[in-house]
């Protein structure tokens, strides 16, 4: 007895009628989901439920927690370098001066900043300071009584502080690294007065970049037998009796006493050697 039923031609997944035989027991495949497109992203499934960047953009939803990430941050540094860049590019011949914040005024070392600020701008140069109070605000109070241009690059601290009252172009900098650069690229010399870790800081950063070759003819002097010789003297007696550094990398300090003094050797700064540690570093 025969068992055959009629046959119905069952559709393909295009909904075309597929013809009897093995087809007919294929499993039916599912309609293709529709795509979205995202820029030059093709998403289905899962992933087509990512919000759109205009709506992730326009819905303030979350905005505090996207601030707080990387990506955000990295655009944050950058205008940091932008508004730096921008404001300091026709600055013209500048220094930049450091030492401590916690110079008290009526000092001789404060009154040594007012002197270094003061040379500078009848010289014709520019001051660059941290912008804060003690050594910086001397200096740019130097700058101001001797008709100069005085800039001071502040820098956000835990507690609330605010540029001192001589800063004529101030910057605020959120990072420390962004406003280092802005002391090298926009400054011909480091004059160094007494401080303390800032100002260390300061100094070594600025004697490595010209050790390593990173800017070239850039004097560095320190106003301060007394204060700083301790420091050259364990420099000379420890590192370089070690091996640790080279003699040749005194070569990049001058040490002297006189504000005058101090301006005229960073304005007219003997040349570096050409090879300041035999060092042939990458760039
Ligand atoms: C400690 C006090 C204030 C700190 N305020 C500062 N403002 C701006 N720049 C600063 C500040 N502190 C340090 N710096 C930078 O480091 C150098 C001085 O540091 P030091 O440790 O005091 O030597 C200076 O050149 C700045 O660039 C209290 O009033």
Request: charged letters at 20%.
């Amino acid at each position: 007895m025969s068992t055959s039923q009629p046959q119905v031609p069952s559709p393909d997944a295009n909904g075309k009628a597929m013809s009897n035989g093995s087809a007919a027991s294929a499993p039916a495949v599912a309609a293709e989901p529709p795509a979205k497109h995202k820029g030059p992203l093709e998403l289905r499934r899962k992933q087509a439920a990512m919000p759109m960047s205009d709506q992730r953009l326009l819905d303030t939803r979350g905005a505090d927690h996207f601030i707080h990430t990387d990506p955000w941050r990295v655009l944050r540094i950058q205008s940091e370098f932008v508004e730096g860049f921008g404001a300091l590019a026709e600055l013209g011949p500048a220094v930049s001066v450091f030492g401590s914040a916690r110079t008290k005024p009526g000092t001789g070392y404060y009154d040594m900043g007012v002197q270094v600020g003061r040379h500078l701008a009848e010289a014709g140069v520019a001051v660059i300071t941290g912008g804060g109070p003690g050594s910086m605000e001397a200096a740019n109070r130097g700058a101001v009584e001797g008709n100069g241009v005085s800039v001071g690059l502040g820098i956000e601290l835990p507690f609330e502080q605010g540029l001192n009252r001589w800063v004529d172009l101030g910057i605020n900098f959120r990072y420390f690294f962004a406003r280092k650069t802005m002391f090298v690229k926009y400054a011909q010399g480091f004059i160094v007065l007494p401080g303390g870790l800032g100002t260390l800081d300061e100094l070594f950063e600025a004697m490595v970049l010209v050790q390593t070759r990173k800017v070239t003819s850039f004097p560095i002097v320190l106003l301060g037998v007394d204060f700083w010789s301790p420091m050259i003297e364990w420099i000379k007696g420890t590192l370089v009796a070690e091996g640790m550094v080279s003699a040749k990398d005194l070569d990049l300090i001058q040490l002297v006493d006189d504000p005058a003094d101090a301006v005229h050797r960073v304005l007219h700064g003997i040349p570096r050697p050409p090879s300041t540690n035999g060092d042939q570093r990458p760039e």
